[in-house]
């Protein structure tokens, strides 16, 4: 083991053991170089006044060189912040203004201890860095039947972690707290569990309540009582799009200093709440209470970055740092939650009719991009292919009877439409 990755996991066995106690083998191993191109780099940044002839970019005039043709296209920044090579932990800046947001988005932040957000390529690449730290062949990965897809292929294909899930909803479609304190509970004889919390939901578009927030935690506390170490993942992509009574507060703050055998991880980004989807800025954030464990951490996280991707994409990074900081952010931001809460409304409005009720029942939702209706009868990839190839119409078959539509990219006056015809596609399977 290099001893750099030695120094960092002493720290963690002497003032935070449970979490180094979740590390996997890669997450003990691995370290950012504190000697090399990138140390050496910096170091001539700040005292090679003469020739600086270290890092891999070309200069020409003082500045990075760049073609007019790119620099054109993008007159209203400076060469400095779109050519060179982003720091890996991201820009200073915005990893300091994205904290402020956090803080300001999640008021139970204040006055608590959490580390810098380091910007990471979107939320994927955040989840996979919390794959490889903290997962290991064979240790449990739960979260609900109602999932992204990705999971699987982030913590059981890549890392070989078992992917245990519970049902989403209870009988009376709320959330069910209980199959996920039976799934925690279930790991004590492996002392070790991951959670990912995704709220909103996708496929469902769905956040709990304030009250089934509060199970939720109390859930993952009595796991850490029993004894369990548990690595919670806020994976908060939609965070923000709350259009009802629900929370309205990533449950990253309620998990900080809960427990020692906690640790919360929080994975968010610009991807989906600023809709910048293409521009690929997310961050990861550690709920680590002891500030040698922070240190530690960051440094696996920037040798896992190191490793994989280098750095993330500078422009985009600094088009996201503007955004936040000009006057006009915040209310451009409410305009666009207002059409997306526009949208939502709508559609729960068109399926409380009865037109649809011998047709299909719908999960509850009331946040997000998504919601999802349960079919009765037919398949959901039957109905799928013939809107597909009779309707023109795009919807993605979840499971059997499961059908996920994204209201969010469908204007609200064009919702009925679509409903119907998901409705006549319904009625022509039936049919056969």
């Known amino acids: 083991m290099n001893p750099l990755a030695g120094q960092l996991n002493a720290k963690l066995k002497t003032d935070s053991p449970h979490i180094y106690e979740m590390l996997s083998t890669l997450g003990k191993e691995i370290y950012f170089p504190k000697e090399g191109i990138l140390s050496q780099s910096a170091e001539a940044s700040s005292q090679a006044k003469k020739y600086n002839a270290t890092i891999g970019i070309a200069t020409e005039n003082g500045g990075p060189m760049h073609l007019k043709v790119l620099q054109d296209s993008l007159s209203a920044f400076a060469p400095k912040d779109l050519y060179p090579y982003a720091p890996p932990a991201g820009k200073p800046e915005l990893r300091s203004v994205w904290r402020e947001k956090m803080i300001k988005d999640n008021p139970s932040l204040q006055d608590k201890k959490f580390s810098n957000p380091i910007v990471t390529n979107a939320l994927t690449h955040g989840l996979s860095i919390v794959a490889d730290l ?6 449990a990965v739960i979260y ?3 999932n992204w897809e ?5 913590f059981a294909v890549r890392r070989g972690a078992e992917i245990i899930t519970y049902p989403l909803f209870t009988e009376e479609m ?12 279930a790991q004590k004889e492996k002392g070790k569990a991951i959670v990912v919390l995704n709220f909103p939901n996708n496929p469902t578009g769905y956040t709990p309540s304030v009250a089934d927030g509060k199970k939720i935690v109390a859930a993952i506390n009595e796991a850490a009582e029993a004894g369990i170490n548990v690595v919670v993942v806020t994976d908060d992509a939609y965070f923000g799009l709350f259009f009802e009574d629900s929370l309205h507060e990533s449950l990253f703050g309620s998990l900080l200093d809960l427990h020692p055998r906690i640790l919360p991880i929080k994975v968010d980004g610009a991807t989906k709440e600023e809709y910048v989807w293409g521009f690929r800025v997310g961050f990861i954030t550690y709920g680590a209470q002891d500030l040698e464990a922070i240190v530690a951490l960051e ?3 920037l040798g896992i970055i190191r490793a994989t991707i280098s750095s993330g994409p500078h422009p985009s990074q600094t088009f996201i740092l503007k955004a936040l900081q000009d006057p006009n952010f915040e209310a451009q931001k ?37 919601m999802c209706l349960r079919l009765k009868d037919v398949s959901a990839e039957d109905v799928r292919l013939r809107l597909l190839r009779e309707y023109e119409v795009g919807t993605i078959a979840l499971g059997a009877h499961d059908l996920r539509i994204a209201f969010s990219c469908i204007a609200e006056e064009y919702l009925e439409d679509l409903f119907n015809l998901i409705y006549q596609a319904v009625q022509d399977v039936k049919k056969g």
């Open 150 to 154: 990705n999971y699987e292929l982030t």
């Open 299 to 301: 440094q696996k996280t």
């Open 334 to 370: 409410e305009e666009k939650f207002q059409v997306m809460k526009g949208r939502a409304n709508k559609v729960k409005e068109l399926l409380n009719t009865d037109q649809y009720a011998d047709t299909w029942e719908y999960y509850p939702f009331n946040s997000g991009y998504f």
């Open 174 to 185: 709320t959330f069910n707290s209980d199959g996920l304190r039976d799934a925690l509970l």
């Open 144 to 146: 609900p039947d109602k």
């Open 134 to 139: 903290f997962a290991d062949v064979g240790d």
